[in-house]
């Protein structure tokens, strides 16, 4: 599982876009970039994901350069409501050897008004 | 479609004591994950049960245990209960053995060891 570094935290004003970056250097060719939503005393939910250029849903753009070794989350006018944990996750593979949806410690972003 | 469901939503327990959470994933999903979230802090893997077998568990004591049931539904044992056991714990179900698929969450069981 590609390991990935993400900033601890992250501070912001209401309406303003926000990136955030995560490095994962040793990126299998079949991994996919995921990026999981985490409020306080919930569970993660899915934002995103992506395997390379651009991907963007209702809520979030994910950017992936061509050498595919960091990735860009993209918040568009960031609310309040935003304020929460943000996990980058990479080759979220399951196999025989027990590839797990493993974790890191997440980018906390604090949205103020 | 109902989603991952967690029980019970809070749980009090005295230190020594053992604590069962339960876990039921969503219909058609035969993975579970368990993980512990402290306070303030990151989800620390538990473990991963497939297909009624536990696959991996993480840099957790014996004392965390746990099984999944024919149903695929799981349940994690926390026995002899320590007080830095309080934590949220989550549970997550993917479907079998996909590559690249998203995990849903359940709300989570939040324990307290007094």
């Known amino acids: 599982l590609a390991k990935t570094t993400q900033p601890i935290s992250m501070d912001s004003y209401e309406g303003q876009e926000v990136n955030i970056t995560c490095s994962h250097n040793n990126i299998a060719t079949n991994d996919y970039i995921t990026w999981y939503q985490q409020f306080p005393s919930q569970g993660p939910r899915f934002i995103i994901q992506?395997?390379?250029t651009k991907v963007t849903n209702e809520v979030a753009s994910l950017f992936i350069p061509a050498d595919r070794k960091s990735s860009t989350l993209s918040l568009p006018r960031v609310s309040l409501s935003d304020t929460a944990v943000y996990y980058c996750?990479?080759?979220?593979?399951?196999?025989?050897?027990?590839?797990?949806?493993?974790f890191g410690p997440g980018t906390r972003l604090s949205v103020l008004p | 479609e109902a989603g991952v469901t967690q029980s019970p939503t809070h749980l009090i327990k005295t230190r020594g004591q053992q604590a069962t959470l339960r876990c039921s994933p969503i219909?058609?999903?035969?993975?579970v994950y368990w993980y512990q979230q402290a306070l303030g802090l990151g989800l620390q893997f538990l473990l991963w049960?497939?297909?009624?077998?536990?696959?991996n568990r993480g840099n957790f004591p014996p004392r965390f245990s746990g099984r999944q049931f024919p149903n695929y539904s799981s349940e994690l044992n926390v026995n002899a209960l320590e007080l830095e056991d309080s934590a949220l714990y989550l549970c997550a179900s993917i479907p079998a053995r996909q590559t690249n698929t998203e995990a849903f969450f359940g709300q989570g069981t939040r324990l307290t060891v007094v």
């Open positions: 049960y497939d297909e009624g077998e536990e696959r």
């Open positions: 996750l990479v080759g979220a593979r399951v196999d025989n050897y027990g590839q797990n949806f493993v």
């Open positions: 219909s058609g999903h035969t993975s």
């Open positions: 992506g395997y390379k």
